[in-house]
T-cell receptor
Framework: AQSVTQLDSQVPVFEEAPVELRCNYSSSVSVYLFWYVQYPNQGLQLLLKYLSGSTLVESINGFEAEFNKSQTSFHLRKPSVHISDTAEYFCAVSERSSASKIIFGSGTRLSIRP | EPEVTQTPSHQVTQMGQEVILRCVPISNHLYFYWYRQILGQKVEFLVSFYNNEISEKSEIFDDQFSVERPDGSNFTLKIRSTKLEDSAMYFC????????????FGSGTRLTVV
């Protein structure tokens, strides 16, 4: 079985500051890793995913995450945040097989201060 | 970009009533899922569905819940006799069969049981 731990329930940062949202996972099998974003009163949107290959993956809006197998981590980073990045961010994991369910972490609420 | 469509966006029902939540997955996807998110909590897996049968379900998905794909496009979640604790946001998701396609989520149905 897989599990995901997001240690920070809330992360307040100032606009244009860098941010890191931490994610650690646990699994006895190989996994795929995801970050989803949920803007206020909206659904879940895929931000980025790690399937294989390069351990550094990027999103179109400047976020990146690095898969670290030895530390079982998949932390999300952005060098300079914007007010519009205010949202809940969920790290998620699934088994490396077709149709395996996604297991979500408890989420990190990112709040950006002007 | 293809979307997963959920209706209604918000449903209020009395305790003990039956509700049906509807989803139209992405047309060429093969795997379908329901998740729920109780207010302020993590997103929880309920059930996965493939080839017209349940492939996996969680402990939450008890006898009060059922899923159905009545035609080639719809995927429904039925709660037979709603309880107050069923109040949550319910998300439908679909996948092309491997995580490479990603899991696409709908915008959710907010169910309020009164």
């Amino acid at each position: 079985a897989q599990s995901v731990t997001q240690l920070d329930s809330q992360v307040p940062v100032f606009e244009e500051a860098p941010v890191e949202l931490r994610c650690n996972y646990s699994s006895s099998v190989s996994v795929y890793l995801f970050w989803y974003v949920q803007y206020p009163n909206q659904g879940l949107q895929l931000l980025l995913k790690y399937l294989s290959g390069s351990t550094l993956v990027e999103s179109i809006n400047g976020f990146e995450a690095e898969f670290n197998k030895s530390q079982t981590s998949f932390h999300l980073r952005k060098p300079s945040v914007h007010i519009s990045d205010t949202a809940e961010y969920f790290c998620a994991v699934s088994e490396r097989s077709s149709a395996s369910k996604i297991i979500f972490g408890s989420g990190t609420r990112l709040s950006i201060r002007p | 970009e293809p979307e997963v469509t959920q209706t209604p966006s918000h449903q209020v029902t009395q305790m003990g009533q039956e509700v049906i939540l509807r989803c139209v997955p992405i047309s060429n996807h093969l795997y379908f899922y329901w998740y729920r998110q109780i207010l302020g909590q993590k997103v929880e897996f309920l059930v996965s569905f493939y080839n017209n049968e349940i492939s996996e379900k969680s402990e939450i998905f008890d006898d009060q819940f059922s899923v159905e794909r009545p035609d080639g496009s719809n995927f429904t979640l039925k709660i037979r006799s709603t309880k107050l604790e069923d109040s949550a946001m319910y998300f439908c998701a679909s996948s092309g069969g491997v995580a490479d396609y990603g899991y696409t989520f709908g915008s959710g149905t907010r169910l309020t049981v009164v």
